[in-house]
């Protein structure tokens, strides 16, 4: 069998989800215009929402996408908003209840090439809010562990209110990896679209540039706390290639180097963290993603025992076995009904471009390493 195409960056809004935010006054909601539904995840959007669909939360849908696209098998994940808009309780129920919910939709996919596979894994939600008890979260992990095809959860940038290195997540992270469950780490808030200046530029600044810049400053305060060293079977998924990470990742390894309150919590360089993460190749450029790859690869020079003066990289293929295929679906539609989605033309052929990648790891890539990372085969 060939290896099988594998989106890791897929999102639907289950049905019980869409219904929650239509009964929403503010944002994030899901208002009609004009006969038209559209989501506004955030105040002020400068685009005034956008429009919403069956293709939003219809299997069918997903799968009509798949199957124009060549895709053969997606992990999908709810998107944002996440649940911080509700209070402890209710948001404890309604993750609850949407954990229930994607085991459905993904149960009843059909097979994948008439074999053991189907075509939809899932991934699970936290109620991350401020007041939740560290023993209902850890009861959420262990219903999504306990669920068949769900292998993951995706998680906002905030964690209880007080960012990932808040000292309360620490049995969250172990439990994690106790159960294999990866976590997707997936942007919300972005920046302000008025930030040092007052020209309108629509949502492109917050959403090209916010959505990497709040991944780059959650996953190091992640690592800044020294999770790693303590957990260091933990998984996460970084959205969108890793934001800025692996450009700045030196020059955070400099600065921590010069601060001895944060130097004193690490075991390693800086640099040797991006070597525990996984990332997905949204980078829509075979630069890009070469650039991640190769970056994620050098962190074996900052692994115990290296000689960081004459280390040479003995397994290139460390960092695109990190990284794995993904689309955004169902944002960013083709601007005409002909066109097949740029984000999925784009992310595949950079992935067929990247100079120095040989077939295995591309093949990787494209899905060998999202079945294996994600314990699906």
């Given amino acids: 069998m060939a290896?099988?195409?594998?989106?890791?960056?897929?999102?639907?809004?289950?049905?019980?989800?869409?219904?929650?935010?239509?009964?929403?006054?503010?944002?994030?909601?899901?208002?009609t215009q004009n006969g038209e539904e559209r989501l506004v995840i955030l105040e002020n959007e400068p685009s005034g929402g956008r429009p919403v669909g069956p293709q939003y939360w219809a299997r069918e849908e997903k799968l009509r996408f798949m199957d124009l696209h060549g895709i053969d098998?997606?992990?999908?994940?709810?998107?944002?908003?996440?649940?911080?808009?509700f209070e402890a309780a209710e948001a404890h129920t309604v993750a609850k209840q949407l954990n229930d919910d994607m085991e459905e939709y993904c149960a009843s996919s059909p097979a994948y090439a008439d074999g053991p596979l189907k075509r939809l894994y899932g991934m699970g939600l936290l109620p991350l809010v401020p007041g939740i008890s560290i023993d209902a979260l850890l009861g959420c992990i262990a219903q999504i562990k306990a669920l068949p095809h769900l292998h993951g959860l995706i998680m906002g940038t905030r964690g209880i209110g007080k960012g990932l290195d808040d000292e309360a997540l620490e049995p969250v992270w172990k439990a994690i990896a106790d159960a294999g469950l990866v976590v997707f780490l997936h942007p919300h808030y972005g920046v302000d679209s008025g930030a040092w200046g007052e020209k309108d530029n629509g949502h492109v600044l917050p959403l090209a540039l916010g959505f990497p810049f709040e991944t780059t400053t959650a996953i190091?305060?992640?690592i800044l706390a020294g999770v790693y060293d303590r957990v260091p079977d933990l998984r996460i998924l970084l959205a969108h290639s890793g934001g800025t990470l692996p450009q700045l990742s030196s020059r955070l390894a400099s600065c921590i180097d010069h601060d001895p309150v944060v130097a004193a919590r690490l075991k390693h360089?800086?640099?040797?963290?991006?070597g525990k993460l996984y990332f997905d190749a949204v980078c829509y450029g075979p630069e890009e993603l070469g650039f991640v790859s190769e970056i994620?690869?050098?962190?074996?020079?900052?692994?115990?025992?290296?000689?960081?003066?004459?280390?040479v990289v003995a397994n290139r293929k460390t960092g695109s076995g990190r990284m794995m295929f993904g689309t955004?679906?169902?944002?960013?539609?083709?601007?005409s009904s002909t066109e097949k989605w740029k984000s999925v033309v784009e992310n595949l052929d950079a992935i067929d471009t990247v100079s120095g990648w040989d077939k295995e790891e591309k093949d990787g890539?494209?899905?060998?390493?999202?079945?294996?990372?994600?314990?699906?085969?």
Avoid at 73 to 78: A, D, E, G, M, Y
Avoid at 328 to 335: G, M
Avoid at 365 to 377: D, E, M, S, T
Wanted: glycine letters at 4%.
């Fill in 269 to 274: 360089d800086a640099r040797f963290y991006l």
């Fill in 296 to 311: 994620v690869s050098r962190s074996e020079r900052y692994a115990p025992g290296a000689d960081n003066s004459s280390f």
């Fill in 365 to 377: 890539v494209r899905g060998g390493n999202a079945l294996k990372i994600f314990g699906i085969l």
């Fill in 3 to 31: 290896s099988p195409l594998v989106d890791v960056h897929t999102h639907v809004y289950l049905p019980r989800y869409a219904e929650v935010l239509r009964s929403r006054s503010a944002a994030p909601r899901i208002l």
């Fill in 328 to 335: 955004d679906h169902p944002f960013f539609p083709p601007l």
């Fill in 220 to 222: 190091t305060r992640f």
């Fill in 73 to 85: 098998i997606s992990i999908v994940s709810t998107a944002n908003p996440w649940l911080d808009f």
